[in-house]
């Protein structure tokens, strides 16, 4: 393990300059962005030479004040100042949970200070805010009539409306075969990432006419298919009669609303986020946080700007369409930083992905707890 050295300032006149203290905040750092429990917790070791053991204090946003002890064991410091002929205290370590108010969007700022009977360190000062995703309500009689990219309703009921068109415009084919080779080819993908597991409770978003509902179904407990399109959900529930497991969730484009709080084990999403705008693409992964039970996972895939394969459909969707007559529906790819960074915004953890030199980027990761 690297030791790290923080470096506060001395708030002036209280710092003894004679004090021999020093310190590190392990985590979190300077941001954190966090969802549900939100709660926040701080670590790190504080070793007093000369002064009376340290204590940290916490200021938080309302004003309010609490000391923490420095008193758990941390051998690994003790061994880092022992190769500097230094002795330092093995109690020298702290660890505190903090609770954040849940306010959503704002920062919340509290502040930690390192004390002991001579020194005070400078305030650092650790943000969190709270990604409670966005919810729309929908009401069909005062919508206005629009063909805009965020009307993913309008857009894909009307590439829906008898099975077959539905197909070629979730697949480009309509062959039954291939529905079912290109499927197991997705649930390897899905078993060599999030895995499936006999007892998982799993939900697709965007799932077209169902076209992974065969596959996936026999191997877990239950699969929920979510669709903006009342079409699409309608075909799927036409090739699924014969699953006793599967069940059908009109969704409106952007949220989970329909879905409750800690219900689902593995949510992906697959071949929809090129369709999506980033702030909902963003906001399906904020509310899978919510919808997945603490443990559960997520799964989101799209074309690889950074790949060569993704670079050239993006050249090829420039040069085939005048700025003006884009298709609302048209491909807009993703790089793997943005997924990443979009899972680990909403608070996921063991965030991984692959990215080879095809069209695809997969990305995924697990919810705390
Ligand atoms: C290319 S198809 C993929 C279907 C399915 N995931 C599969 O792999 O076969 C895209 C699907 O996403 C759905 N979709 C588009 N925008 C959506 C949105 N904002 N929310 C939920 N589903 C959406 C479409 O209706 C369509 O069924």
Redesign the pocket.
Do not use: F, K, P, Q
């Given at each position: 393990m690297t030791i790290q050295t923080a470096t506060l300032p001395r708030t002036d006149g209280q710092g003894s300059t004679t004090s021999s203290l020093e310190f590190c905040f392990d985590a979190p750092h300077q941001w954190t962005f966090i969802h549900k429990p939100r709660r926040v917790q701080f670590s790190g070791w504080a070793a007093s030479f000369d002064d009376g053991p340290a204590r940290i204090l916490v200021t938080a946003a309302d004003g309010s004040r609490t000391e923490h002890a420095v008193s758990l064991e941390r051998p690994d410091v003790v061994a880092h100042f022992a190769s500097q002929s230094r002795d330092a205290p093995l109690q020298c370590g702290f660890a505190f949970e903090l609770e954040i108010p849940a306010e959503r969007g704002a920062d919340y700022v509290v502040q930690l200070e390192v004390v002991n009977d001579s020194f005070r360190s400078g305030p650092a000062e650790f943000r969190a805010r709270d990604f409670v995703s966005m919810h729309w309500e929908q009401n069909g009689a005062e919508r206005e009539a629009d063909t805009s990219r965020g009307n993913?309703k309008d857009t894909?009921n009307a590439v829906?409306d008898n099975e077959n068109s539905a197909k070629i415009?979730?697949?480009g084919y309509t062959d039954e075969a291939e529905f079912e080779r290109t499927s197991k080819f997705?649930l390897q993908v899905l078993q060599n990432s999030v895995g499936v597991n006999a007892d998982d409770t799993i939900l697709?978003?965007?799932?077209?006419?169902g076209?992974?509902a065969h596959t996936l179904s026999p191997l877990c407990q239950r699969w929920i298919g979510?669709?903006?399109?009342e079409n699409?959900l309608e075909h799927a529930r036409a090739r699924t009669g014969d699953l006793a497991n599967v069940d059908f969730q009109p969704?409106n484009?952007?949220d989970l609303s329909a879905i409750d709080d800690r219900s689902i084990d593995m949510v992906y999403?697959?071949?929809?986020f090129m369709?999506?705008d980033e702030w909902?693409r963003f906001n399906?992964i904020c509310e899978a946080m919510r919808v997945l039970r603490p443990g559960g996972r997520l799964y989101v895939d799209n074309y690889n700007l950074l790949s060569r394969e993704g670079w050239d459909f993006f050249m090829k969707n420039m040069l085939d369409y005048h700025p003006l007559q884009r298709p609302a529906?048209i491909s807009k790819s993703s790089t793997p930083q943005e997924l990443c960074h979009f899972l680990s915004m909403a608070g996921f953890e063991d965030i991984d992905h692959h990215a080879g030199d095809d069209m695809w980027v997969y990305a995924w990761g697990r919810k705390p707890g």
């Open positions: 993913y894909w829906s415009s979730v697949a997705t697709e978003i965007g799932c077209g006419v076209r992974m979510a669709d903006v399109s699409m969704l484009g952007w999403c697959t071949v929809v369709h999506l909902d399906y529906n």
